[in-house]
């Protein structure tokens, strides 16, 4: 029998009491314990970016972190971006931009995209797509990805 921890994972600005493993992925925490689906998990190594949440104000790949390692911090993942049926700017741009098709890798991509223009508002746009091309995507070619980036960008610097 393995040992399981209690721990409070703090998602979105609300917490879930949760017992897990101490191997257990925050990915498969957030999404298996505390039934917030919307992080994608893609190649479980750290490299599609699938799984990008928002930890303290950093995007990190949750698919690298264990649960217990998040207790005490504060989580935001695709599910916190909206208000209510107001969508955050950066999801709109995803839509008006076409910036998705099948949609798997776009919750990895807005969460990304989120953490670091919230900490970096003037990112040049080369330091941008250098950001950017950390996640994989199949199906969109990036193009629209990255103007729906570069609107939702000038948005959040007015």
């Known amino acids: 029998m393995t040992d399981k921890s209690a721990l409070t994972l703090t998602i979105n600005g609300s917490d879930h009491a949760i017992n897990v493993e101490a191997r257990r992925t ?3 925490a957030i999404r298996e314990d505390c039934g917030q689906t919307g992080t994608h998990i ?3 190594h750290g490299i599609c970016g699938a799984c990008t949440v928002i930890v303290d104000g950093e995007p990190v790949r949750s698919c690298l ?4 390692q998040a207790e005490g911090k504060s989580i935001r993942t695709v599910e916190g971006l909206a208000d209510g049926d107001t969508l955050h700017v950066m999801q709109q741009a995803f839509m008006d931009c076409h910036g998705l098709q099948c949609g798997f890798c776009t919750p990895g991509f807005l969460m990304l995209a989120v953490g670091v223009l919230e900490r970096e508002p003037d990112i040049s746009d080369d330091d941008l797509l250098d950001v950017l091309s950390s996640n994989l995507c199949r199906c969109t070619g990036y193009q629209n990805i990255i103007k729906a980036v570069r609107a939702a960008a ?3 610097r007015k």
């Open 42 to 44: 893609g190649c479980e």
């Open 65 to 68: 972190m264990f649960a217990v």
């Open 154 to 156: 000038a948005e959040m």
């Open 26 to 28: 925050l990915a498969d």
